[in-house]
């Protein structure tokens, strides 16, 4: 079982930046790929970037290529979502999300879930 903490979510004019966290703790955090999705309010979720285990792969949703960058850091059992030219329709709520490698890349399904964190872009 893994546990996943968003944070770093707020309020942002269009333009600027923010950086997400996800905290994950209990099982072996280095063995899971880790994917970040997003909702926005009355849409359903979405594929934002995904890295594998040893995070040499990225990919990302088209949306958010040269914008936004996934990253990881293994010694502190911790992901990154560095968002950057945020637009409006970056609204939403930011989820991570981590699973096995051999299940779970999008769009495969992601296994564990952490519980989200709001960021809204405004004008």
């Known amino acids: 079982q893994v546990q996943l903490v968003e944070s770093g979510g707020g309020l942002v004019q269009a333009g600027g930046s923010l950086r997400l966290s996800c905290a994950a703790s209990g099982r072996t955090f280095p063995g899971y790929n880790l994917g970040w999705f997003r909702q926005a309010p009355g849409k359903e979720r979405e594929f934002v970037a995904q890295i594998g285990w040893t995070g040499t792969i990225t990919n990302y949703a088209d949306s958010v290529k040269d914008r936004f960058t996934i990253s990881r850091d293994n010694t502190k059992d911790t992901a990154y979502l560095q968002m950057n030219s945020l637009k409006l329709e970056d609204t939403a709520v930011y989820y991570c999300?981590?699973?096995?490698?051999?299940?779970?890349?999008?769009?495969?399904?992601?296994?564990?879930w952490g519980s989200g964190t709001q960021v809204t872009v405004s004008s």
């Open positions: 999300a981590a699973g096995s490698p051999g299940t779970s890349w999008y769009p495969r399904p992601y296994e564990y």
